[in-house]
């Protein structure tokens, strides 16, 4: 028997044993990000009534994501969004539906997180970094929600909440790895901002990567 046949034996007994692990697929590649907005550009792309007219990341980035029809978490995410150097970190927080963001406060100043979003309207009132427990709201339904600081107006993060588990924020230059997924056909999708989202199919297979650019 030639060591190929028996590579191939030896792995479909291992993947037996492990369960699933062997059927997860891959997809990598890269992301043309617009170019970053001036400050006074970002600032006219605000309604009075506080809800943005479009919601765009700064510094740029996108976040990648698989639509599909996937299980219902076992247990239920908790995250960070904290306020440093008077700026959100991260800029742009992608979580799932239910999701727990907690926002810790780690500036020796106060901090007024509040949102006019539709999915979710909230406002965590004043509090400094000592301050237990840590503020924290659940994201209950899909979509993009804008943060402020009423404290500081210069202060802004976007938190888009979406009903998949399987999504990654690209780097700074676009790139990006989406691993952990399940063998099969679904969309994948790329938020770059509140009204733009490119999409493609894709068939993922067992244990491969997939590279899909958008450019």
């Known amino acids: 028997m030639k060591l190929l046949p028996i590579l191939l034996i030896f792995t479909g007994m291992l993947c037996s044993a492990v369960g ?3 059927a997860q697929a891959v997809v990598e590649g890269h992301v043309k990000l617009p170019k970053p907005r001036a400050a006074d550009v970002i600032n006219k792309r605000y309604e009075l009534n506080g809800e943005p007219a479009v919601v765009v990341p700064d510094p740029p980035a996108a976040v990648i994501y ?3 029809d996937f299980p219902a978490a076992k247990t239920q995410p908790r995250v960070q969004m904290a306020q440093k150097n ?5 800029p742009l927080l992608p979580v799932r539906v239910g999701t727990i963001v907690e926002f810790p406060n780690l500036d020796d100043t106060y901090h007024n997180i509040f949102s006019y979003s539709k999915p979710k309207r909230f406002d965590l ?6 301050e237990k427990p840590i503020p924290f709201q659940i994201f209950d339904k899909p979509g993009v929600e804008t943060l ?13 909440v979406l009903e998949t588990p399987h999504f990654v924020r690209t780097d700074a230059a676009g790139h ?3 691993g952990n997924l399940p063998a099969g056909h679904y969309k994948l999708k790329v938020w770059l901002d509140s ?3 490119l999409e493609r ?12 650019d958008f450019q």
């Not at 008077?86 to 991260?90: A, G, N």
């Not at 009132?125 to 000592?130: F, H």
């Open 20 to 22: 699933t692990a062997c």
């Open 66 to 68: 698989l639509e599909g």
């Open 86 to 90: 008077l700026e959100f970190v991260p």
């Open 125 to 130: 009132g004043r509090y400094r970094g000592d």
């Open 148 to 160: 402020r600081c009423d404290i500081h107006e210069h202060m802004r993060g976007i938190i888009l």
């Open 176 to 178: 990006y790895r989406l």
């Open 195 to 197: 009204k733009t989202t």
């Open 201 to 212: 199919e894709v068939d993922l297979k067992p244990g491969t990567t997939l590279r899909a």
